[in-house]
T-cell receptor, first 117, second 111 residues
Framework: EAQVTQNPRYLITVTGKKLTVTCSQN?????MSWYRQDPGLGLRQIYY???????DKGDVPEGYKVSRKEKRNFPLILESPSPNQTSLYFC????????????????FGEGSRLTVL | DQQVKQNSPSLSVQEGRISILNCDYT??????FLWYKKYPAEGPTFLIS?????DKNEDGRFTVFLNKSAKHLSLHIVPSQPGDSAVYFC??????????FGAGTILRVKS
């Protein structure tokens, strides 16, 4: 089954304790991205990757890091989480984002709800 | 500066009636517009899209209308069903660029 898998789905942590949210896709997609969803703000892009070893900042990258060492994986790293990073996080992937024929369709994971105390 | 705006946070509709969700945008360079649907505890899923060169696209009960002169698009659901109750996100993209999402509209279909 084609899917984007995120872990953990739920996490409560404390300020300053490093954490990683993993994301894996099995569709051989080149493009992967992380979003956060906050009430009244919709989905805002954190980081994205056009291919292996190619990553770039989205709209709200502060406090986050990413890496793309393999095509299927795109982990989101919070080196020193703060309460304002409490949010619902989504990983997404696409075959063609930014390329010819791109219709904008993204495939999303089920989300990771993070609470930072 | 929000390029894609959904001004109605929520909408309540009776089962069997039409649901109309609205979206406004500011960037005239957008080439595709999409609607995503999100249920609680799930990720958004693609629903329907429309190219900027068209003014209507239909898929079963779902129709998206694009009015470029007004920079406005709408999603019509006819007839509405209780299973349509979800958050609907409007999104738009410029060629070679990322998707920009609206804030979402919560649709409740009452039986």
């Amino acid at each position: 089954e084609a899917q984007v898998t995120q872990n953990p789905r739920y996490l409560i942590t404390v300020t300053g304790k490093k954490l990683t949210v993993t994301c894996s896709q099995n569709m051989n997609h080149e493009y992967m991205s992380w979003y956060r969803q906050d009430p009244g703000l919709g989905l805002r892009q954190i980081y994205y990757s056009m291919n292996v070893e190619v990553t770039d900042k989205g709209d709200v990258p502060e406090g986050y890091k990413v890496s793309r060492k393999e095509k299927r994986n795109f982990p989101l790293i919070l080196e020193s989480p703060s309460p304002n990073q409490t949010s619902l996080y989504f990983c997404a992937s696409s075959l063609r984002q930014g390329r010819m024929g791109d219709t904008g369709e993204l495939f999303f994971g089920e989300g990771s709800r993070l609470t930072v105390l | 500066d929000q390029q894609v705006k959904q001004n109605s946070p929520s909408l309540s509709v009776q089962e069997g009636r039409i649901s109309i969700l609205n979206c406004d945008y500011t960037n005239s360079m957008f080439d595709y517009f999409l609607w995503y649907k999100k249920y609680p505890a799930e990720g958004p899923t693609f629903l329907i899209s429309i190219s900027s060169i068209k003014d209507k696209n239909e898929d079963g009960r779902f129709t998206v209308f694009l009015n470029k002169s007004a920079k406005h698009l709408s999603l019509h659901i006819v007839p509405s069903q209780p299973g349509d109750s979800a958050v609907y996100f409007c999104a738009a993209k410029e060629y070679g660029n990322k998707l920009v999402f609206g804030a979402g509209t919560i649709l409740r279909v009452k039986s």
